[in-house]
């Protein structure tokens, strides 16, 4: 991360390692195959990915939290990209998502989510 990796967040990012089906365009059905999310906020989340899309591409985001009953389906656009370096050592590659158009559901679910994952956090400190 850069100097300025700090401004790139307004909000605040949890750890988690979480499955994720990335899909450009849903009647293709094309997918990544090993894509997980490693970290999240109310604002998108970063998807570890060995085969990261160019800045820009919008895409349609699946995921459940453990637990959860209900999966989250959401729109996103890649924001930056931290790419696979051949020959470098770059233990985390993949691409920072900014939620497109989230619904107030959406968003309170996430923020439960994200509530909950700081209670535990907390308690287990």
């Known amino acids: 991360m850069g100097p300025d990796s700090s401004n790139r967040r307004s909000t605040e990012r949890f750890e988690v390692v979480w499955s994720v ?35 820009g591409t919008e895409i349609t985001l699946r995921f459940a939290p453990p637990g959860s009953d209900e999966a989250f389906i959401l729109r996103g656009r890649v924001q930056w990209v931290n790419a696979v370096k051949p020959l470098a050592e770059n233990l985390n590659p993949g691409m920072g998502v900014r939620f497109l158009d989230l619904t107030i559901e959406a968003r309170e679910r996430l923020v439960d989510v994200i509530h909950t994952i700081a209670y535990v956090r907390d308690e287990a400190s």
Not at 24 to 30: K, L, Y
Not at 31 to 53: E, Q
């Open 21 to 55: 089906d990335c899909s450009v365009d849903c009647s293709t059905q094309e997918t990544f195959l090993y894509a997980s999310i490693r970290n999240i906020s109310d604002m998108g989340i970063f998807v570890w990915t060995m085969d990261p899309l160019p800045i």
